[in-house]
């Protein structure tokens, strides 16, 4: 059987440090296309990898009829757009997370797949990690027992990235620490918990230690160095308490605080036992068994889960089955992001 061609538009850190590598490393595909705006960036994959053409422009990659699919890892204002064009191109796609910068964008992504019947599935990770996935089979299994409180923290002393950049900027990233870190949090708990619905959201978002571009002190800048000519109009901090129609989610998260502590972390509490994993690492279970308190660390082989999500992208296009990031899930994060953003602006409840 022949390779599914693909090509990849945007070459920045998740295509060089994810996407890319993952695709080569799979037997059947085919890197055709790398795309970027910056021609420089589009070439210097190329002599990295040793294999596809350079191009500039994004539409050449879906006028090409070999390509079937691509991977999407833009600035997330593009997503909606570049996703949309290859759709109705009868291209397969795998968009980066979020799936755009705001819910209707999202939406409107969700009706052209609907339309084209092609895949669109969003780069939600998490739902393609082997301990996130054990977590999900000892929910279902009921060693938890009922599920009603989970917390979600992403926090960081100081390291807002690029600050003044595209990550800072709400008309290109749509967000900050919540569209960025936040939404890998909560799409990982919808997946464990079989995506409840939403029904209230209440949250507050926060604007603060990067205001002062030139006097902002930091740990830590990935994604670039400061612009002191730049924007910065995205929240550092968020907090939110969402209601479902299973369990109470809180969160907090923040790109920058003054607290020196690092924090990545999930906590599912049941009324049988509760999980602590850190994030991107192991998981703790604690429970009681015959009238003593107990806790253990399930050892086991994790493979990488952006091999994991590029194999099984690569594998639905031959099959055309239905991902756990196929965008009809997606857009349930995508939502209650919204409802928080909604929210933090008038200061009040936002009822779904």
């Known amino acids: 059987m022949s390779k599914v061609v693909i090509g990849v538009i945007g070459c920045g850190n998740i295509a060089n440090n994810a996407h890319i590598p993952a695709y080569m490393k799979n037997e059947d595909a085919e890197i055709k296309y790398f795309c970027d705006i910056l021609p420089e960036r589009a070439q210097a994959a190329v002599e990295k990898y040793g294999c596809g053409t350079a191009v500039t422009d994004y539409r050449d990659v879906l006028a090409d009829e070999s390509v079937e699919a691509v991977s999407v890892c833009?600035?997330?204002?593009?997503?909606?757009?570049?996703?949309?064009?290859?759709?109705?191109?009868?291209?397969?796609?795998?968009?980066?997370?979020?799936?755009?910068?705001?819910?209707?964008?999202?939406l409107k992504m969700q009706e052209v797949q609907h339309e084209t019947?092609?895949?669109l599935n969003i780069g939600v990770v998490n739902r393609f990690n082997?301990?996130?996935?054990?977590?999900?089979?000892?929910?279902?299994e009921g060693r938890l027992g009922e599920v009603y409180h989970i917390y979600l923290s992403f926090r960081s002393h100081r390291s807002i990235p690029g600050l003044g950049g595209a990550f800072t900027t709400r008309e290109i990233a749509g967000g900050g620490a919540l569209i960025d870190w936040g939404v890998h949090f909560l799409d990982l708990v919808m997946y464990c918990m079989d995506d409840p619905r939403p029904v209230t959201v209440s949250g507050e978002t926060?604007?603060?230690?990067?205001?002062?571009?030139?006097?902002?002190?930091?740990?830590?800048?990935?994604?670039?160095?400061?612009?002191p000519a730049g924007v910065y109009d995205v929240e550092d901090s968020v907090a939110a308490l969402i209601r479902t129609d299973g369990p109470v989610l809180t969160l907090h998260g923040a790109w920058a605080q003054n607290i020196?502590?690092?924090?990545?972390?999930?906590?599912?509490?049941?009324?049988?036992g509760g999980i602590r994993l850190q994030y991107g690492?192991?998981?703790?279970?604690?429970t009681a068994e015959h009238g003593a308190l107990v806790s253990y660390v399930p050892?086991?082989?994790?493979?990488?889960?952006?091999e994991n999500e590029i194999n099984a992208f690569v594998r639905c296009v031959r099959t055309g089955e239905k991902l756990p990031s196929h965008i009809d899930t997606a857009v349930i994060t995508s939502r209650i992001m919204q409802a928080i953003y909604d929210s933090a602006q008038i200061h009040r409840e936002i009822v779904l």
């Open 74 to 106: 833009t600035p997330n204002n593009m997503h909606a757009i570049i996703a949309m064009d290859a759709l109705r191109a009868g291209k397969h796609v795998l968009c980066e997370k979020p799936a755009a910068r705001t819910y209707d964008e999202a």
């Open 260 to 272: 020196g502590e690092n924090e990545m972390l999930v906590d599912f509490m049941g009324d049988k």
């Open 281 to 286: 690492g192991d998981f703790t279970l604690y």
């Open 130 to 140: 082997d301990q996130v996935n054990r977590i999900r089979s000892y929910i279902k």
């Open 117 to 119: 019947g092609k895949i």
């Open 206 to 227: 926060f604007c603060r230690l990067g205001k002062d571009i030139e006097g902002y002190t930091y740990k830590d800048m990935w994604a670039g160095p400061p612009d």
């Open 299 to 306: 050892e086991g082989k994790s493979r990488p889960m952006f």
